[in-house]
């Protein structure tokens, strides 16, 4: 189906920028603040692809796309969450509760329909990162 097609297609861009430098080795926090940076930054900069896939990830279509292969793009983000909740700097607990805190909240920020005057500056990034941070760090 060319929708569920067109779906994985525009995932996978996405993971992609938000992996973008990313370096396993860093700090879990810096590992972090560049995914939150580079997902505000596609969001900003590919509205019309993040916007497609906000709303089809809302949708009843999901229960026919193989979410293991969604994972699997974000594998990298996945294994630093793990790290840091090995190492004891992230709270242990279920990936859907920090999902919720973590990324959802930029995807809302990146959301113009829902921030219509959220203004994508370094400033507003800084701030935004650190109140999601604050919610996931022990």
């Given at each position: 189906?060319?929708?569920?097609?067109?779906?994985?297609?525009?995932?996978?861009?996405?993971?992609?920028?938000?992996?973008n430098?990313l370096?396993?080795?860093?700090?879990?926090?810096?590992?972090?603040?560049?995914?939150?940076?580079?997902?505000?930054?596609?969001?900003?900069?590919?509205?019309?692809?993040?916007?497609?896939?906000?709303?089809?990830?809302?949708?009843?279509?999901?229960?026919?796309?193989?979410?293991?292969?969604?994972?699997?793009?974000?594998?990298?983000?996945?294994?630093?969450?793990?790290?840091?909740?090995?190492?004891?700097?992230?709270?242990?607990?279920p990936?859907?509760?920090?999902?919720?805190?973590?990324?959802?909240?930029?995807?809302?920020?990146?959301?113009?329909?829902?921030?219509?005057?959220?203004?994508?500056?370094e400033?507003?990034?800084?701030?935004?990162?650190?109140?999601?941070?604050d919610?996931?760090?022990?």
């Open positions: 189906d060319l929708l569920i097609s067109t779906y994985f297609s525009i995932k996978k861009e996405i993971s992609n920028a938000v992996t430098e370096e396993p080795d860093q700090p879990i926090r810096d590992c972090l603040q560049n995914v939150w940076s580079n997902l505000l930054n596609y969001s900003q900069n590919n509205r019309d692809k993040f916007r497609f896939a906000e709303q089809f990830g809302n949708s009843p279509y999901t229960q026919k796309v193989d979410k293991e292969k969604i994972n699997q793009y974000f594998e990298p983000v996945n294994q630093i969450v793990q790290r840091g909740i090995r190492e004891k700097i992230l709270k242990d607990i990936q859907e509760i920090l999902a919720a805190f973590f990324i959802h909240p930029a995807m809302m920020l990146g959301n113009e329909n829902v921030c219509q005057s959220f203004e994508l500056s400033e507003n990034i800084a701030i935004s990162f650190q109140v999601a941070w919610a996931i760090k022990l």
